[in-house]
Nanobody, 131 residues
Framework: VSQLMESGGGSVQAGESLTLTCTPS????????LSWYRQAPKTECEYVAT???????AYHDAVKGRFTISRDNAKNEFYLQMTNLKREDTARYFC?????????????????????????WGQGTQVSVSS
């Protein structure tokens, strides 16, 4: 059962910005791996960004310089700030937390894969970018 909820998705024009929020339900985020993934139609689930347990941050090359992952411990949330959005960023975006089974999934669909690899994950929020 997913216990994270994504919000903030929507439809925007290319070049515009959106910020996605990931909110836990029933637990407090600790010092665990926090990640964002996305899936566009007819593509596999794709890693976007992560905050590692040591606080280091990493991004997929396709979003470096445009997306920023962050967390707010006081609000018990984490975020994905997306700027200069492109049509190819159109996808359903998923958040996930607490890595438990690295390499334990086939990434055909985010909903299936994230549930095998992370302890917590969300159902996704749609981001659509038009030019």
């Amino acid at each position: 059962v997913s216990q994270l909820m994504e919000s903030g998705g929507g439809s925007v024009q290319a070049g515009e910005s959106l910020t996605l929020t990931c909110t836990p339900s029933g637990f407090t985020l600790g010092n665990e791996k926090l990640s964002w993934y996305r899936q566009a139609p007819k593509t596999e689930c794709e890693y976007v960004a992560t905050i590692e347990t040591d606080g280091s941050i990493a991004y997929h090359d396709a979003v470096k310089g445009r997306f920023t992952i962050s967390r707010d411990n006081a609000k018990n949330e984490f975020y994905l700030q997306m700027t200069n959005l492109k049509r190819e960023d159109t996808a359903r975006y998923f958040c996930a937390a607490r890595l438990i089974n690295p390499g334990g999934a086939i990434w055909t669909r985010c909903e299936w894969a994230l549930g095998k690899v992370f302890e917590y994950w969300g159902q996704g929020t749609q981001v659509s970018v038009s030019s």
